[in-house]
C-alpha cells in the first residue's frame, strides 16, 4: 500500500494521531504512576499518622453511640499487643490515601491519557473531580447512613450478651463498609470510560437491566455486614441509582452520540 506524503495528511489526522507504545514501554509508565503514587499515599499516611488518635476518636464514633444506645459498656478491646499499633496504621493509611486521592488519580490519568484523542483529554479535570465526590460520597453514605444502621441491628440482635469488640475485628468491618461503598460509587467513572470507549453504550446497558439489578443485589449481598434484607436494601439503593445514571453518561460519550451531535452541529 502506497505511503500518504506528509503534505497530503489533513491537519485534523495529524492531531489524532496518538503516539505509540510497546508492551514494555507500557509496564515502565505503569510502573512510574504506581511508584509516584505509593510516594504520595506513603507522604500522606505520614501526616495522617501524627493525628491518630482523631482519626480513631471519628471511626469509633458509632459503635460508641450505638452502645450507649443499649446501656453497654463503650470499651474496645484488644488481645495482642500489636493491635493497637496496627489499627494506627490501618487509619492512617485510608486518611493518606483520602488526603493524597488527588495527585493518586492524576497519576492515573497520566497513565490513560496517551491512549485517548486530543479531543478526549479535555475531561481530565472533571474525571479527577468527580471521582473525589463519588468516593467520599459513598464513604460519606457508609459512614453516617450504612455502618450505623447495620450495627444497630447487630447490636440488638445480641443484647442480652456483653459484647467484648476487638479494634482488629472492628477496623475490618469499618474498613470493608467504607471501601466497599466508596469504590461501589465509582460506577459511573467506570461506565464514561466503557462508553467512551466504545466498549459498552446505554442501549446495551438497558437491555441487560435485568442482570444489572441481579448483579447489584449480589454486589450488596456480599458487602453488607448483615445477613438482614433491610441491610442489603441499603447497600443496593445507592447503587441502583448510580446505574441509571450511567446509562445516561453511557449515552453521553458512546461514539455513535458524539458524531450525531456533531454533525447536527454542521448541518
Not at 479535570?125 to 473525589?132: E, H, Q
Not at 482488629?168 to 466503557?194: A, N, S
Amino acid at each position: 500500500m502506497p505511503e500518504v506524503a506528509p503534505e497530503l495528511v489533513s491537519p485534523d489526522v495529524e492531531q489524532e494521531r496518538m503516539p505509540s507504545m510497546s508492551f514494555l514501554e507500557h509496564l515502565e509508565e505503569l510502573r512510574k504512576r504506581i511508584f509516584h503514587a505509593l510516594i504520595a499515599v506513603g507522604a500522606g499516611m505520614g501526616v495522617c499518622f501524627i493525628y491518630r488518635e482523631r482519626l480513631f476518636g471519628l471511626m469509633q464514633r458509632p459503635i460508641i453511640e450505638t452502645l450507649h444506645r443499649y446501656n453497654l459498656p463503650d470499651h474496645l478491646v484488644y488481645l495482642t499487643p500489636v493491635d493497637p499499633f496496627n489499627l494506627y496504621l490501618k487509619i492512617s493509611a485510608l486518611g493518606g490515601l483520602f488526603l493524597t486521592s488527588p495527585y493518586v488519580l492524576y497519576q492515573v490519568w497520566l497513565f490513560i491519557s496517551p491512549g485517548l484523542y486530543r479531543k478526549e483529554k479535555k475531561y481530565a479535570v472533571p474525571f479527577m473531580v468527580s471521582t473525589i465526590l463519588l468516593f467520599s460520597a459513598g464513604g460519606y453514605f457508609a459512614y453516617r447512613i450504612v455502618y450505623p444502621a447495620a450495627l444497630d441491628f447487630l447490636i440488638r440482635f445480641g443484647r442480652q450478651f456483653t459484647p467484648m469488640i476487638t479494634i482488629h475485628e472492628y477496623t475490618d468491618l469499618f474498613l470493608t463498609v467504607t471501601l466497599g461503598l466508596g469504590l461501589v460509587f465509582e460506577m459511573p467513572i467506570l461506565v464514561f470510560f466503557l462508553a467512551l470507549m466504545g466498549v459498552i453504550s446505554a442501549g446495551w446497558m438497558w437491555r441487560n437491566i435485568r442482570y444489572a439489578v441481579l448483579g447489584i443485589f449480589i454486589v450488596a449481598g456480599a458487602l453488607a455486614p448483615t445477613p438482614d434484607i433491610s441491610s442489603m436494601i441499603i447497600f443496593a439503593s445507592p447503587m441502583l441509582v448510580l446505574y441509571a445514571i450511567s446509562i445516561g453518561i453511557a449515552w453521553f460519550v458512546h461514539p455513535t452520540q458524539r458524531k450525531a451531535r456533531e454533525a447536527r452541529k454542521k448541518a
